[in-house]
């Protein structure tokens, strides 16, 4: 069984770019939740999505948005690329709220 | 706003030796509290998940307490191994996130 699958593994952008970056929650999750760690910090909430909608959200701009399928995968999607962009990007998922969470291997993304 | 901490930042022990990692948070509105493992550049490895009803829970050499009315958790590790050597990292669910600390960097030293 396939746990959290994110795609691409590493990734390199020029900054004011967009990028899109895509998640397959784990069998039998329906909720999708992504993730923004810096360096050396703790992974920081961007937004939640459940039923294709978006359920919940962080301290995020604008630039950040979201997309959820009927099969549950999800896309983050990011515009106007900064240099301070890059970080690994964490998709969770789980089975709606309070049975934890399965995490993917992250999503380093790198703005040049 | 939840906030959550963690106690000590880095810590550095010699291979088999006990340990106790700390966390805390301030709202004790919380579905559950989840510990997890992160290897440098890698994803997060879940280790013990504790729903809010729960005191603690064991998996091997691990085992993970939760006290929701004081907003604390400990996660205590038997005979420490040079493999053991990660980031550990608290994570509270409100219900709709999570609310991560900045984790604990643990050094097992051979």
């Known amino acids: 069984d396939a746990g959290v699958t994110q795609s691409p593994t590493h990734l390199i952008k020029t900054r004011g770019q967009q990028v899109t970056l895509r998640c397959s929650p784990k069998s039998g999750h329906d909720t999708v939740s992504w993730y923004q760690q810096a360096l050396g910090q703790g992974p920081q909430f961007i937004f939640q999505y459940y039923e294709e909608e978006e359920r919940q959200r962080g301290n995020f701009p604008d630039r950040f948005s979201g997309h959820q399928f009927p099969n549950y995968s999800s896309e983050l999607n990011v515009n106007a690329l900064l240099l301070g962009d890059s970080a690994l990007y964490l998709c969770?998922?789980?089975?709606?709220?309070?049975?934890?969470?399965?995490f993917g291997s992250g999503t380093r993304l790198t703005v040049v | 706003k939840q906030e959550v901490t963690q106690i000590p930042a880095a810590l550095s022990v010699p291979e088999g030796e006990n340990l106790v990692l700390n966390c805390s948070f301030t709202d004790s509105a919380i579905y559950n509290l989840q510990w997890f493992r992160q290897d440098p550049g890698k994803g997060l490895t879940s280790l013990l998940l504790i729903q809010s009803s729960q005191r603690e829970q064991t998996s091997g050499r691990l085992n993970a307490s939760l006290d929701k009315s004081s907003g604390r958790s400990t996660l205590y590790i038997a005979a420490s191994q040079p493999g053991d050597s990660a980031t550990y990292l608290c994570a509270v669910d409100t219900g709709n996130q999570f609310y991560f600390g900045t984790g604990t960097s643990l050094t097992v030293i051979p």
């Open positions: 969770a998922s789980s089975l709606d709220r309070g049975h934890g969470y399965t």
